[in-house]
């Protein structure tokens, strides 16, 4: 059974940065393209960013471009998102996620989720 578990996630001031990571076990980590979406209280999950199984390919929400950073470790199993300039509007609930091989940003193509990490971004 394929197990997603993120951590890093706190409280930061607006303009700060934070690093969540997601450890995967329990399947071939470097078969799988990686997201990250994230949502808040009666809005539906949006799409974060991702990467491709073999990090070829990496794609970004308009509003993270330039901001934050997908990033993966295959020999540690684990996906990196690294968010800079945060601004209060980024507060949410980050959650990674998992899909076989081919690269998407579409959440509903994803299989395996994470139970997710709170992200609160004080002005």
């Known amino acids: 059974q394929v197990q997603l578990v993120e951590s890093g996630g706190g409280l930061v001031q607006a303009g700060g940065s934070l690093r969540l990571a997601c450890a995967v076990s329990g399947g071939t980590f470097s078969s799988y393209t990686m997201g990250w979406f994230r949502q808040t209280p009666g809005k539906e999950r949006e799409f974060v960013a991702a990467?491709?199984?073999?990090?070829?390919?990496?794609g970004y929400a308009d509003p993270e471009k330039g901001r934050f950073t997908i990033s993966r470790d295959n020999a540690k199993n684990t996906v990196y998102l690294r968010m800079n300039s945060l601004k209060p509007e980024d507060t949410a609930v980050y959650y990674c996620?998992?899909?076989?091989?081919?690269?998407?940003?579409?959440?509903?193509?994803?299989?395996?989720w994470g139970q997710g990490t709170q992200v609160t971004v004080s002005s």
């Open positions: 996620a998992a899909r076989w091989r081919f690269y998407s940003d579409s959440r509903g193509d994803y299989t395996y």
């Open positions: 990467i491709s199984w073999g990090g070829g390919r990496i």
